[in-house]
């Protein structure tokens, strides 16, 4: 045994989940280490016949109240927590027969695959775990003298450690797994307490818990000199964190945003859609009737601005096929995410193995009101995720004319699409597709400016006698506080607008836009995008 391990003579295993247990208790029990057990990890072991003693057994007190107490004794806690280089705590083990355990297996009740699978209360509350927190955080704080693993995962390399190490375990990975077990326990408890606060239906308790499980390093941040990690939070919300990743390199930062913001921009559609986004900003977006009509909605998306596409990510709500896909790879693409992607679109993919393809199996809930987080300079903000819709009944009409059937199908279309734009945001679209869009300017009337640029730029660019915008629509995330910006979107071309109002001068406003004779519609809401 190396000079700085400590031995392991006992063992107490105690898992719910399964995995790995008869491989664990069969190489332990090679190893000459006794093994103490509780209830159905005790069966299991001696069921694979494997010696083991029940813990009942050990603490002369038998499991009560449906085992809700079994492992809740003086010999199991005084057993995990002595510290074994005190005398005073060696003379109170020898003193009230209290042997050391040095080694505790455990992980917890399923509280959250539970909650994930729709159980009552009741449920929910008997897969409370007591007596496995208690025992982890026990043998976590006695890391000196006691090893905890708490994930299946870990058993090879505990059992590669007893190996090189004579049936004993070093500080350095003692001090590892116990750091693992605290992360465990208090993602664990975090995920009790904010369950418990959505059923009191309080989305923003007086304290949240924020849960992740690291799913990968990256290999860096949004920039070389920037650590970042891909975390996982449970249940996961249908997108990127649920996505399998068919081909291509490895992910970094900017990939999984930009990809999850594409993602939930197509989730917003009923009807088949595509968005090609670039540093999570859309530069083209377009909406079919049919889900044999993508290739189409993929080149009038493309159409919006052919130039930023290139090198973005390119989201879909409905199978990928074939067709689609062979337009799609005719332009670099560092992305394509969909909910399922046929075997015809994974032949013409591979053609290019480069490109990262995510297959997702489902879309993530546009109406979901789960919590956002930034992070601040010593603290952070929440809020419920932007899960608000318009429709064609919210609209209120403030001009002398109304706004066309066609108009008012793309006015909802453009106001859904600028939801997903950095604000100050401002989308023209004509017949369910983006045909400029202007983003993330301090100024409304330059957002306006520029995305009338795109469109003109865009019409040049595939040939067209006039700009894109004439005859189109035009959304804003938020009021127009001036008529300059309507006036530059009258001035591109477009016909009738929708906007959220709320402005001191949106008399004004509604004045420009009947000068102008322009339709525009109010919807009482807007979508800031930060």
Known sequence: MSQDARPIRRALVSVSDKTGLEELGRALAAAGIEILSTGGSARALAAAGIAVREVAAHTGFPEIMDGRVKTLHPKIHGGLLARRDLPAHVEAQKAHDIPDIDLLVVNLYPFQATVAAGKAWADCIENIDIGGPAMLRAAAKNHDFVTVVVDPADYAGLLAELAAHGNGTTPGFRRRLAQK??????????????????????????????NGTRVQMLRYGENPHQQAAFYRTQPPRPGVATAKQLQGKELSYNNLNDTDAAFELVAEFEAPAIAIIKHANPCGVAIAQTDGELAAAYARALACDPVSAFGGIIALNRTLDAATAEAIVKLFAEVVIAPAIDAGARAVLSAKPNVRV?????LPDPAARDVVVKSLAGGFLAQDRDGGRINT???????KRSPSDRELADLLFAFRVAKHVKSNAIVYARDG??????????SRVDSSRIAAWKAEEAAKAAGAAQSFARGSVVASDAFFPFADGLLAAAAAGATAVIQPGGSMRDQDVIAAADEAGLAMVFTGMRHFRH
């Open 358 to 362: 995510l297959e997702t199996g489902a």
């Open 433 to 442: 597709a983006t045909v400029g869009i202007g983003a993330g300017q301090m």
């Open 393 to 399: 009944a919210d609209l209120k009409v403030v001009t």
């Open 181 to 210: 077990a605290y992360a465990h326990t208090a993602q664990y408890d975090g995920a009790i307490a904010n369950w418990m606060a959505a059923q009191d239906g309080e989305a923003l308790p007086e304290s949240i818990s924020l």
